[in-house]
């Protein structure tokens, strides 16, 4: 199993601003994952972060708003840039245990736009 | 393309009553399925997944779940419902070998004491 930590795990932003979610996980892994799940709703997955090189983004996700980082095997970045309240959500930080196939996830940092 | 309906938005069921949350799916191939759950204010916690063997799956908290390779399900069920279960549960699958996981809507349990 992987143990993994977000940062914040919630906050209030001003609209207009941008905010950095900090994942770390507790064994090194090729493959971490950023979920959105919005109110009342089902998880969405944003992109995938590879160590080494850049995040591939979803449909409907661009890296100008949603920039990744992935400096290292255990920690990655997720910012929300120039947020608006439809940016309120959950965000999620995930890896998959390559052998298993389970998805593992943070706590999850709960954004609120005002 | 893969995809995960979970038909019922909520399901209420009696405390001691069985339990089922229902899941169909859609993939190009083998799947490999999942439920996870969801308590309020928490993040997702592993239940339980179906990769290959029996098709009746056993995992966490008492859940089981079957895997219907002819009517593409993989119901989730329990026995005898505990008021403590109530929460979120979602459905989720990922074609084998490809590292994409596709979560349904989820459905809300209530159990009623």
């Known amino acids: 199993s992987a143990v993994i930590s977000q940062k914040p795990s919630r906050d209030i932003c001003q609209r207009g601003t941008s905010l950095t979610i900090q994942c770390q996980v507790d064994?090194?892994?090729?493959?971490m994952f950023w979920y959105r799940q919005q109110p009342g709703q089902s998880l969405t997955l944003i992109a995938t972060?590879?160590?080494?090189?850049?995040?591939?983004?979803e449909s409907g996700f661009v890296i100008d708003k949603f920039p990744i980082s992935r400096p290292n095997l255990t920690f990655s970045t997720l910012t929300v840039s120039n947020m608006s309240p439809e940016d309120s959500s959950i965000y999620l930080c995930?890896?998959?245990?390559?052998?298993?196939?389970?998805?593992?996830f943070g706590e999850g940092s709960r954004l609120t736009v005002l | 393309a893969q995809s995960v309906a979970q038909p019922e938005d909520q399901v209420n069921v009696a405390e001691g009553n069985p339990l089922t949350v229902k899941c169909t799916y859609s993939?190009?191939?083998?799947?490999?399925l999942f439920w996870y759950v969801q308590y309020p204010n928490r993040g997702l916690q592993f239940l339980l997944k179906?990769?290959?063997?029996?098709?009746l799956v056993k995992g966490s908290y008492g859940f089981e779940a079957e895997f219907n390779k002819s009517q593409t399900s993989f119901h989730l069920k329990k026995p005898s419902a505990l008021v403590s279960d109530s929460a979120l549960y979602f459905c989720a699958v990922r074609l084998g070998g490809y590292q994409k996981v596709t979560f349904g809507t989820g459905t809300k349990l209530q159990v009623i004491p």
């Open positions: 993939v190009s191939g083998n799947p490999y």
């Open positions: 995930s890896v998959v245990a390559v052998n298993t196939g389970e998805l593992f």
């Open positions: 064994s090194q892994v090729t493959m």
């Open positions: 179906y990769i290959t063997g029996d098709n």
């Open positions: 972060a590879n160590q080494g090189s850049e995040a591939t983004y």
